[in-house]
């Protein structure tokens, strides 16, 4: 048993029937917006979009509105959980994913609209080491195989050894994570122990181990930082890693979905993806 | 069938649910008794604190935690100066989180049945000269133990299942932090579905088992008493 009656039952009752009534009060208000909003849209189209293109996918989707269209859905989260999801059964009209594999995968399965499937973003890496200037230093100063420890947190020497945190985003899972592997790789860094790597579950999970103090420096997306001081953060050279090309699928054939579509790789669409960070093709 | 980072995974499990439940059970037998005795006015303010880790979702939960281990913050800075390690992506930072996650589920059960037990065997205890703490160890304890089993199995189990707060304070460091949840979710999350059947598998088998024992034994206590 969780919880215990208390002594006095008819007070108990009572509160239980006013919390009850509560309740009932606040979810008839929201069904009603809900339903007031779904009246005012032209026909309700469902896009699934990458954790990684939250604010992106937003500023099109306002833009989009504006002239006169239905106002995206959009359900956010990793493309992984959503690959699995619209395989069963998940009623989404477009997806964009954070890589092109996945989105192949679902075209492979037959599940895109005329084959329809682009690139939409090509993301970019940036070695982000918040509350150290990194101006007028190259990625190949501050992550060196002699230099373990991420330069100006060195301690050798001193009497406190800190272990230096490095946090990047899970290879196996994101892109990003993938990227980051290549670029270490690409510099001859060894995993070694005097270096902890620590990996995020996606990108935004990545940022916040760095953005709370607990990782010293990550391998972000470069769409992540964009509000942030430009010293604090280098863009990884494309050289040093393949391109984290992310490519969306068309799933229905809904007039919207298919103008949303379009719309993305407009002209406008494109000049907005790039304002949040990314390279278009 | 499994592979060996799996079963690397699952040994990481079984060591954080176990040393969680021990820290659990030392931690909570102090206070539970106090909670079942105490007639202090504003008991029941402790209660819901107790209670409130059911409350947050176990990300949320973990998101916190990792702003308070941040060496920015005053417990993340205490520690890194005691030991030079961040709290953060180590093996004690997951216990810490496991303790606060499963607290309810082994507080609750002991204060209930040390509630049930009452004061009145240890007084009897106490007419016939046993020291308070002799009288606790063999008079409550022995009384308790069907309390205690169930505290220790769902303090366990609850660990076994953890997920949410280790994925936002662990940082997925094989045979450190990467438990056989976040290994089951990363081979979801990659599409290899057959691997994350395998692990599921053994996960709930190996549960299944330890939770037939534990509940074994407790029958037999119940049935010896009869």
Redesign the interface.
Known sequence: ??FKLTKQPRLFTLLSAGLACTFAFLSAVFTDAMAQQSEQSVEPITVAVASNFIRPAKALASEFEGAGNTSPVFIFG?T??H??QIEQGLAVDILLAADKA?PQ?LADKGQAINDQRHTYAVGRLVFWSPGRSLTGKSLGDVLTPENVLIEGTSVEGSA????S?L?MA?P??APYGLAAQQVLTSLGIEQTHRR??????NIA?TF??VA????EAGFVAASQVQELPADEYLLVPQQFHNAIEQQMVLLTNKKQAKAFYQFILSPKGMEIIRKHGYDTR | MIAHADLIALATTLKLASISTLVLLLLCTPVAWWLANTRWRYKHIIEAIV?LP?VLPPTVLG?YL??W?????AV?SFY??LT???L??SFTGLVIGSVIYSL?FVL?PLQ?TFSAIGRRPLEAAATLGASPLDSFFSVVVPLAKPGFITASALGFAHTLGEFGVV??IG???PGETRVASIAI??H????QYANAHSLALVLLGVSFLLLVFVYANNRSVLVSKA
Not at chain 1, 160 to 163: L, Q, R
Not at chain 1, 212 to 215: I, K, L, Q, R
Not at chain 2, 69 to 73: D, G, T
Request: no cysteine.
């Open positions: 048993m969780l990793s992984g959980k690959v699995a996945r995968y406190k050894k800190t272990a945190v946090a899970n196996r899972l902890k790597y620590v990996m995020g579950e999970q916040q181990f709370s103090g607990n990782a | 209670a059911l998101f990792l702003l281990f941040s060496p920015q913050s993340g890194q100066q030079g390690s961040t953060a992506f309810p609750q209930n994925l936002m940082g997925n460091i979710y990363d979801v999350e990659s599409l």
